[in-house]
C-alpha cells in the first residue's frame, strides 16, 4: 500500500541541472529522504527532509548544489541538482519514514552526467 515514486532521472552534461520528484503515498510520512547508489559503491544518504517541520540535511558532496523541497499538501519531494559532476552518476533512490517509523523505497531512477 504503501508506494514511492521516483522520477525526473536523465542523461545531462557536467555542469547542468536535474529536478527529481518523488511522490509518496499510503502512509503520512514523518522524513523523505534521497539516496543514490553508484556501480561497485554503498548506498549513501543525498538529502532529507521533515515534512512538519521543514528542517532539511545534505552529505557533504552535494551542499551547495543540491537542495530538497516539499509539498506538504501532495506528499511530494523534490531534488533540484545543480552544477552536477560525473561523480554525481548513480541510481537515485526515494526512502520514506512513515510516522509509525516504517521505512519504505522507491524503485529507482537514474541519473548520468558525461563530462
Known amino acids: 500500500q504503501v508506494q514511492l515514486v521516483e522520477s525526473g532521472g536523465d542523461l545531462v552534461q557536467a555542469g547542468g541541472s536535474l529536478r527529481l520528484s518523488c511522490t509518496a503515498s499510503g502512509s503520512t510520512f514523518r522524513i523523505i529522504a534521497w539516496y543514490r547508489q553508484a556501480p561497485g559503491k554503498q548506498r549513501e544518504e543525498v538529502a532529507g527532509i521533515s515534512f512538519s517541520t521543514g528542517t532539511t540535511k545534505y552529505a557533504e558532496a552535494v551542499k551547495g548544489r543540491f537542495t530538497i523541497s516539499r509539498d506538504n499538501t501532495k506528499n511530494t519531494v523534490d531534488l533540484q541538482m545543480n552544477s552536477l559532476e560525473p561523480e554525481d552518476t548513480a541510481v537515485y533512490y526515494c526512502?520514506?519514514?512513515?510516522?509509525?517509523?516504517?521505512?519504505?523505497w522507491g524503485r529507482g531512477t537514474q541519473v548520468t552526467v558525461s563530462s
Open positions: 526512502k520514506g519514514t512513515t510516522w509509525n517509523w516504517s521505512q519504505h
